[in-house]
């Protein structure tokens, strides 16, 4: 399999890829400044093109970081989001000497939705001196990467997406509470890009709770199979967060792990997350 990103030059920026698979740098966009309908088709090709994007040295405002997202699509609301807080499209993830960082696995937001998330824009608001990275992989890559055979059987199966795995504790509330208003959604396990009809592996540690009509000792062994290949290096790119950093993902085609190494040092950060709609497979 060969790796295909390499650096370009788009009509309003330049993207300088930081691996060979996954992620590249934009330089020459200031996103204080509203973009025009031309620079925004460029920022979702170059999306489309290297999985995640990134952007430095960009101050802008949580009025401003909304107003970007939103020319992606509408925005949705994190369950996770006080109800008091002024501006309810933004996810405030902050961690220090007493709250650990818990977002070290490997996955894709919101996957528990009927329709999860295109993509994510985190911005850096208070980081380490060094450590708390956030890793990114390529699962089109992922998916290539499979044997033939591994391939053919997984194609058809179907897991269910649960978001009580990681929220029933973080919201102190009962799985059952959270099924209410969040029941657990069916999802390929191999899905079908809708804009770039590339194939990805569509199943995550976080929110992946088993694939349908397996025991769950079959449905486990597939499970770890599928998610060893994230864990690759050559399919990844690692990001260094300073303020003013800006990360775009594509939430379809990409996985990301946030690495929990700088505790008890400060790491805030900001999310607005961007409606998808339902994950499909096409043969």
């Excluded at 698979?21 to 996103?31: K, N, P, Q």
């Excluded at 509203?34 to 952007?55: C, G, H, N, P, T």
């Excluded at 499979?146 to 391939?151: D, G, I, T, V, W």
């Excluded at 003013?244 to 505790?263: L, M």
Aim: net charge negative; aromatic share 10%; with cysteine.
């Amino acid at each position: 399999m060969n790796a295909t990103v390499r650096s370009q030059s788009y009509r309003h920026f330049e993207a300088r890829a930081l691996s060979p698979y996954i992620g590249a740098e934009l330089h020459g966009i200031d996103l204080a400044r509203e973009q025009s309908d031309e620079a925004i088709a460029d920022v979702r090709q170059a999306l489309l093109d290297y999985k995640v994007i990134f952007f430095r040295d960009q101050h802008i405002t949580a009025a401003q970081h909304i107003a970007f997202a939103r020319r992606f699509g509408d925005l949705e609301i994190h369950p996770a989001t006080p109800k008091e807080q002024a501006h309810k499209e933004i996810l405030r993830i902050a961690h220090g000497p007493e709250n650990k960082g818990k977002e070290n696995a490997w996955h894709s937001d919101v996957t528990w939705r009927a329709e999860p998330s295109l993509g994510s824009i985190l911005r850096a608001i208070e980081v380490p001196e060094v450590g708390g990275d956030t890793l990114f992989v390529d699962m089109y890559a992922a998916y290539e990467a499979l044997e033939p055979e591994m391939k053919r059987f997984v194609e058809g199966l179907t897991a269910v997406h649960d978001i009580a795995r990681v929220f029933a504790k973080a919201l102190n509330k009962r799985p059952e509470e959270l099924h209410e208003k969040y029941p657990p959604q069916h999802h390929p396990v191999i899905r079908t890009h809708p804009e770039t009809g590339r194939r990805a592996i569509y199943v995550n540690t976080g929110f992946t709770d088993h694939i349908l009509g397996l025991t769950r000792k079959q449905s486990d062994w597939v499970l770890n199979e599928l998610y060893a290949m994230a864990a690759v290096p050559e399919f990844q790119c690692r990001f260094r967060w300073a303020p003013g950093s800006i990360a775009f993902w594509d939430n379809r085609s990409s996985q990301h792990y946030a690495a929990s190494d700088y505790y008890p040092q400060v790491r805030v950060m900001e999310r607005v997350t961007i409606k998808g709609d339902r994950p499909y497979f096409t043969a």
